[in-house]
């Protein structure tokens, strides 16, 4: 066990919804990224928060948003949802920006 | 450009043999490197990190090379165990990128008993 919690676990809806994925870091955490994982593209860096605040931003689309809120926990919120978004999506924190993270168990997300 | 792939897409070892997993970067400023082991179903986990001013890093079973004159690097498992058996990711980061991590896609690791 990480220490990282995401839910839902599994989250199964339809095309043109909105969904949101909650992350809570470990405890003492300050860092928290968002990571998608399709079969086809691998672990794709999203996006990274630093206590509050946006740090970096990978290939995150335009209807993905996120942030992180003053108890650090996270919510990717996912809108104008496509079949294509169907994947895996992590969540990961570290102390500060270091460099190790330490993953959450993921949310399933079935577009249909 | 930013790249990280993995030569063999699947690898199968006896169990007590050891194993050896290789990847391939293309970005010569990437300056650490991780890699990853995830199991069926969970997130991946961290096994073990090297930064370029080495070129060996030992851990329990492990050891991670680095050789930055070709840009690779390898992961290898001594006695490997039925427990080893994963997806295993390597992945680099560039200082100053914020900790952006960049992920191969993954090779997968079966262990035969």
């Known amino acids: 066990d990480s220490g990282v919690t995401q839910t839902p676990k599994h989250l199964i809806t339809a095309t043109g919804q909105r969904v949101t994925l909650r992350c809570s870091p470990r405890?003492?955490?300050?860092?928290v990224y968002w990571y998608q994982q399709s079969l086809d593209q691998g672990l794709q860096f999203l996006i990274h928060?630093?206590?509050?605040?946006?740090?970096a931003k990978g290939n995150i689309l335009e209807r993905f948003s996120a942030q992180q809120f003053p108890d650090l926990h996270s919510e990717l919120n996912l809108s104008s949802l496509e079949l294509g978004d169907s994947a895996l999506y992590f969540c990961?924190?570290?102390?500060?920006?270091?460099?190790?993270?330490?993953f959450g168990p993921g949310t399933r997300l079935t577009v249909l | 450009g930013e790249s990280v792939g993995l030569h063999l897409p699947t690898l199968s070892v006896q169990e007590g043999d050891n194993s050896i997993i290789n990847c391939a970067y293309s970005n010569s400023a990437s300056d650490y490197f991780i890699w990853y082991k995830q199991e069926s179903g969970k997130g991946p986990q961290f096994i073990i990190d090297?930064?370029?001013?080495?070129d060996k890093r030992q851990g329990q079973r492990v050891t991670v090379l680095l050789n930055k004159t070709v840009k690779h690097l390898s992961l290898q498992i001594a006695a490997t165990q039925p427990g080893d058996s994963a997806v295993y990711f390597c992945a680099e980061n560039i200082s100053g990128a914020n900790s952006k991590l960049t992920f191969g896609k993954g090779i997968t690791l079966s262990v035969r008993p």
């Open positions: 405890s003492g955490d300050l860092s």
């Open positions: 928060y630093y206590n509050g605040e946006e740090r």
């Open positions: 090297i930064r370029s001013n080495m």
């Open positions: 990961a924190s570290s102390y500060r920006d270091y460099n190790e993270q330490f």
